[in-house]
C-alpha cells in the first residue's frame, strides 16, 4: 500500500519517514523453537511496571533491585515471577545478583537469608513458604500455644536453593514455635553462611500436622563457603543418612558482601543422563561470583537431584502438633516424589528475624545450559565518523554433545554469525533484524563477517546503545537427529549491549564543501 505524504509539514515528513525505518527488517526470520523455551532477563530496576512480577510481604521495588527486606528485624518478602513459564527437558542456567548487607548480629551471626526456587508452572497463584528460617520455601509446624506460627511450605515446590547466612535453614528443629525436619545432632566446624539445597513438596502423611505442605521439603545438600576444614557441609545418602561433603572451595568467603558490592549467582541443572535417551532428574551445580569480573567459586558440585529420593520425615511429635505437648515422636521414612514438572516457574524470598540484614536481587537472567553468552561492548568515535564493532570477540557458543563429565567447547567461533539480531521486539519474536536506523545513527550488521557498523547521525553528540543476541549451531547425526542443539531458538542468548560514545575531544574536521568532515581520528 502507498502512503501519502501530501499535506505534511517538512518537519512531520521527516519524522514520518524516520519513523517508518526505525525498525528496519532485513534478511529473514527463524524457526520456533522445538523445545518451546524462550530465554529470559529483567534487571529488577525500577521494575515495578512488570507485568510477570508479583511481590510480597516487605518486599519493595527501588532503583538498584527488588528489596526483599530492609536491614530489620523481623521482615518478610517475597518474588514471584509468575508471569513467565519455562520448560525444563533441557534444563535451566540461572542467574542472579544479590546484596547482602549492614544490619546487626544475633548469637555471632547476621540473618536470615534468601533462597531462590523452582516450582510447578502449573500453580496459578503460588503460595510462598514460612518466614524466619524457612526464608520463604520450607514448612513450619507448631504446637497449639503458637499456632500462628504455623505455615505451609511453599506451593508447588521443585527445588529451593538458600544463601543462607545465619544456618538454619538446613537444620532439624523440634520445639513449641519451630517444628521442620532437617540435618540433627550434627556439631558443625561452620554452621552459618551455608548454600543449601532442599526438595520438592511433599505429601500428606496424617491430619495430626503432618497434613498437605507440611512434610517434604528435605535438606538435599548443604556447603558452608567460610572453610575448607572439619564439619563444613553434608550431602543426603540414599539410606537416607548425611555424610560429610568432600569437594574443597577454590577459596572460602562470607556470603555476605559487606563491602557494598553485588555478587553474582550462577546456577545449573542438567539434565542427568541415564542411557542416552532417558533421564533421572538434575545434577545441580551452585557457583558465587564474589568480585566483579572474577573466577566464579564452586559451592555445590553437580548433586544429583533424582526423581524418587529416600529421606527421613524427623521432627515429628509423639502424637500430634494440635496440642500442647513437647514431647518429640519418632522419624519415620518416607521417598520424596521429586518428578520434574513439565514447565517450571521461579521465584525469590528473604527473612530477617533478630539477626537482620538487607537482602536485594537484581540482573536475573534465564537460558538453557550451554546456551550462547553475550558480553556488553563499548568503543567511541568521533561526530560523524562511523566504527566498527567486532561484536563476538568476548561472546562464545558451545560445540559438543550436553555431559557434565566431558561439558561442551564454549568458544567464540562456535558462534553462527547468520543467526545475529539487533534489538527483538519480544522473547517470541523471530525476526532476524540486521539493520536499525535510530536518532541517534544507523546500525547495521554483516552476517559474513560478524562485524556492526554505526554511522552517527548528523548533529548526534552523546552516547548511543544498540542490544543483540546470537546462536550457536546446531548438529545432526545421518538420520537427522539432533546431538548438538545450540542452533535453536531456545538456545539463544540474552541480550547484550553495543555502547558507543561521541568524543568530543582528540577529533580533527576539515571544511570540504561546506560540510563538517573527520579526517583519520578514531
Known amino acids: 500500500m502507498k502512503k501519502n505524504f501530501r499535506g505534511l509539514s517538512l518537519i512531520s515528513l521527516i519524522f514520518t519517514l524516520l519513523t517508518n525505518c526505525m525498525y528496519a527488517q532485513t534478511d529473514s526470520t527463524e524457526v520456533a523453537s522445538i523445545y518451546g523455551f524462550y530465554s529470559y532477563s529483567s534487571s529488577l530496576m525500577n521494575a515495578s511496571t512488570a507485568s510477570e512480577l508479583?511481590?510480597?510481604?516487605n518486599a519493595s521495588h527501588t532503583s538498584t533491585g527488588v528489596q526483599l527486606t530492609p536491614a530489620s528485624a523481623s521482615q518478610f518478602g517475597g518474588l514471584f515471577i509468575n508471569g513467565r513459564t519455562f520448560t525444563s527437558v533441557n534444563g535451566l542456567h540461572v542467574e542472579f545478583e544479590y546484596d547482602m548487607k549492614a544490619g546487626t548480629l544475633f548469637s555471632g551471626a547476621y540473618g536470615d537469608g534468601l533462597s531462590f526456587f523452582l516450582y510447578d508452572g502449573s500453580v496459578a497463584n503460588p503460595t510462598i513458604g514460612s518466614p524466619g528460617a524457612g526464608l520463604g520455601y520450607s514448612y513450619n509446624r507448631a504446637k497449639n500455644n503458637y499456632?500462628?506460627?504455623?505455615?505451609?511450605?511453599?506451593?508447588g515446590a521443585y527445588l529451593g536453593i538458600a544463601l543462607d547466612e545465619f544456618g538454619n535453614f538446613k537444620s532439624k528443629r523440634f520445639q513449641g514455635e519451630s517444628r521442620v525436619n532437617g540435618i540433627a545432632g550434627v556439631t558443625w566446624?561452620?554452621?552459618?553462611?551455608?548454600v543449601t539445597l532442599r526438595g520438592a513438596k511433599g505429601v500428606a502423611i496424617n491430619t495430626?500436622?503432618?497434613?498437605?505442605?507440611?512434610?517434604?521439603?528435605?535438606?538435599?545438600?548443604?556447603?558452608?563457603?567460610?572453610?575448607?576444614?572439619?564439619?563444613?557441609?553434608?550431602?543426603?545418602?540414599?539410606?537416607?543418612?548425611?555424610?560429610?561433603?568432600?569437594?574443597?572451595?577454590?577459596s572460602t568467603f562470607d556470603l555476605r558482601n559487606?563491602?557494598?558490592?553485588?555478587?553474582k549467582v550462577y546456577l545449573d541443572l542438567i539434565p542427568h543422563f541415564v542411557t542416552t535417551t532417558t533421564t533421572d532428574g538434575f545434577d545441580v551445580k551452585v557457583d558465587i561470583q564474589t568480585t566483579q569480573n572474577g573466577t566464579p567459586i564452586n559451592v555445590i558440585n553437580y548433586y544429583h537431584y533424582k526423581t524418587s529420593v529416600p529421606y527421613s520425615e524427623n521432627a515429628n511429635p509423639s502424637s500430634t502438633d494440635f496440642n500442647s505437648a513437647d514431647t518429640e515422636g519418632a522419624a519415620t521414612n518416607q521417598t520424596l516424589n521429586a518428578t520434574v514438572p513439565?514447565?517450571?516457574?521461579?521465584?525469590?524470598?528473604?527473612?530477617t528475624g533478630a539477626a537482620y540484614q538487607q537482602h536485594i536481587i537484581r540482573n536475573v537472567k534465564l537460558t538453557l545450559p550451554y546456551s550462547a553468552v553475550t558480553n556488553n561492548d563499548v568503543t567511541s568515535t568521533c561526530k560523524l565518523q562511523p566504527v566498527s564493532i567486532s561484536v563476538f570477540d568476548n561472546d562464545i557458543a558451545y560445540k559438543g554433545p550436553?555431559?557434565?563429565?566431558?561439558?561442551?567447547?564454549?568458544?567464540?567461533?562456535?558462534i553462527d554469525k547468520s543467526t545475529f539480531s539487533f534489538t527483538k521486539n519480544s522473547d517470541t519474536d523471530l525476526t532476524l533484524y540486521r539493520k536499525k536506523v535510530t536518532p541517534q545513527g544507523i546500525w547495521t550488521y554483516n552476517k559474513n563477517t560478524g562485524i556492526v557498523t554505526?554511522?552517527?547521525?548528523?548533529?548526534?553528540?552523546?552516547?548511543?546503545?544498540?542490544t543483540y543476541t546470537v546462536k550457536g549451531k546446531t548438529v545432526k547425526d545421518s538420520n537427522g537427529k539432533i546431538i548438538e542443539p545450540y542452533g535453536d531458538t531456545a538456545y539463544r542468548s540474552v541480550p547484550a549491549t553495543i555502547t558507543v560514545n561521541l568524543k568530543t575531544t582528540g577529533c580533527i574536521y576539515g571544511v570540504v564543501s561546506n560540510k563538517m568532515v573527520t579526517q583519520g581520528v578514531k
Open 54 to 57: 508479583s511481590i510480597q510481604g
Open 147 to 155: 499456632s500462628s506460627f504455623r505455615k505451609a511450605g511453599l506451593s
Open 189 to 194: 566446624s561452620q554452621g552459618a553462611s551455608h
Open 208 to 250: 495430626n500436622g503432618l497434613g498437605d505442605g507440611f512434610t517434604g521439603y528435605p535438606v538435599l545438600v548443604t556447603r558452608s563457603t567460610l572453610s575448607n576444614s572439619g564439619t563444613v557441609g553434608r550431602i543426603l545418602q540414599t539410606d537416607r543418612s548425611y555424610v560429610t561433603t568432600t569437594n574443597t572451595l577454590a
Open 342 to 351: 513439565s514447565v517450571l516457574k521461579l521465584g525469590f524470598a528473604a527473612s
Open 454 to 466: 554505526f554511522a552517527p547521525s548528523n548533529g548526534f553528540t552523546g552516547t548511543a546503545t544498540m
Open 258 to 263: 559487606g563491602n557494598g558490592e553485588f555478587r
Open 402 to 414: 550436553i555431559s557434565i563429565t566431558t561439558p561442551p567447547v564454549a568458544s567464540k567461533d562456535n
